[in-house]
């Protein structure tokens, strides 16, 4: 079994890593594409995974060029998005909750820290049922650059009261891997999707799903 540098705190992602977002996302923004008549491709919007949606509208533009409606396709994907998650709810990923018990357990401090602003996170957190889950939040408007800058995980450190270098990320995507990784933290990627050999190279190990997480976390505290 993978053996953890030590560390003393723990940093979630929210989308694809807590929370299975990115399906959501990904149904809102296909239905968008096609009424508005442009083709949908699946490995483009899995490009987008872990970026704020300033950096996603300009790779929109690039991909359908400089005449595509964002303001439409932002409206048209959020109503989508909301009719889905109000039918369905949003799923917590598998292994969440007996990673958080083990973490409470240990008496680790823990954050979350998204590129999502703050009251795009808490909305889905609230569908989640997670509402009361993180004391600690780091949204997007809190710092100057988004991820892949490392600001909001070493802004998340410094709300926790712990140098970045003795935190773990779990993230789910190469542009939060990154993110840590520039910030100097150890990390453990947890793709939501297709792996990412960019993303595993700057990674300590890649797992498959949050129980694993809670398995590799419990044996290096027993």
Not at 50 to 59: C, D, F, M, N, S
């Amino acid at each position: 079994m993978t053996k953890l540098p030590n560390f003393s705190a723990v940093i979630f992602d929210l989308d694809g890593l807590v929370l299975d977002t990115e399906s959501t996302y990904f149904a809102a923004w296909e239905e968008a594409a096609n009424s508005m008549g442009y083709a949908y491709s699946l490995e483009f919007y899995r490009s987008l995974s872990g970026l704020e949606y300033a950096a996603i509208e300009q790779k929109l533009l690039h991909f359908y060029g400089g005449n595509f409606d964002l303001q439409a396709f932002k409206l048209l994907s959020g109503q989508s998005w909301r009719r889905v998650v109000k039918q369905q709810g949003i799923a917590i990923k598998p292994g969440f909750k007996t990673l958080l018990s083990i973490i409470k357990r240990l008496h680790l401090p823990f954050a979350l820290a998204t590129n999502s602003p703050q009251i795009n996170a808490q909305e889905c957190l609230a569908l989640a049922g997670l509402t009361e889950v993180f004391t600690t939040l780091i949204s997007r408007e809190q710092v100057p650059n988004a991820k892949p800058a490392p600001d909001i995980f070493l802004h998340a450190a410094q709300q926790l009261n712990i140098p970045i270098q003795h935190c773990l990320v779990l993230e789910d995507s190469y542009n939060g891997v990154l993110s840590a990784y520039r910030a100097g933290a150890s990390v453990i990627y947890v793709p939501s999707d297709h792996p990412a050999p960019e993303a595993e190279a700057l990674s300590r190990c890649r797992l498959s799903d949050l129980s694993q997480v809670a398995a590799l976390i419990e044996a290096q505290f027993s």
